[in-house]
Structure formats: C-alpha cells, structure tokens
C-alpha cells in the first residue's frame, strides 16, 4: 500500500517555530515588536508563513555569525526589492565580511593570549616542580 503523500503545513503555530528552532516565544515576539517577522493573527494567536520562517531562518544565523538585528533588518528589508535578490546579496556580503574580518582580527587576539597563558603556565609548571624537588631533598 502507497502512503498518502502529505503536503506540508503552509502555516506554522508560534510553538511550532520555537520546538524546530530551539528558540523562546519571548524571541519571536521581540522580533515581531522589531518589524523582522509579521505573523498574522487569528484572534490571540499568531500564524507563520513559509516567509516568515524563511526570515526567521536568516534571522537565526545573523545572530549567530554576531549581526546586530539592524543589520539582519537591513539586509530583509531588501528582500522586498525587485531586483533579483542583487541588492539583498550585495548588503549581505559587505556584512559577512566586516563580520569575517573582525573574527579574525578576534582569532588573532585570542591566539596571542592562548600563547601568553602556555608561557604563563609552563612557568609556574617549571616553579612547582623546582620546589616540589627541592621539598623532597630537603
């Protein structure tokens, strides 16, 4: 016997969105109050698009990647555009690499201090076994 084949949910509930997203109600509803998510209502409740989990997908990974929701704000609002996503793509490259290079200007920082601390720590290694020896003889 076939399965039925089941078209998927064109809409979502609020909770729906939270369980597949691992994020809060709270957070959708902030980014709603921000004008980056417009869900429509039936009474109390709010709906979600196929769209609407589209900008929350790329909402979630500005954030993660360290955009500020300004900048994810900008980069939607171009959505909107008539132009076969060009100006979108084109923000949205300029801020992945302002983004790309402050990572790595913060790598090379964490890298220098990484090697302060193993020259800190081999020191203070050497410190406790020179007294740890001479204890022993002593």
Known sequence: MLQKLRRPATTFTITQLC?????TPRALRYYEEQGLLSPSREGQARIYTYRDRARLTLILR???????????R???DLYERDDDLIAQNTQALGKFKERIKAFEAQRHEIDQAIEVLHDA???LEAALAERAGRAAFG
């Open 62 to 72: 500005g954030k993660h990647v360290g955009l500020s929701l300004a900048e994810i």
């Open 74 to 76: 900008d980069i939607l």
């Open 121 to 123: 720590s081999a020191r």
């Open 19 to 23: 369980r597949e997203f691992g994020t």
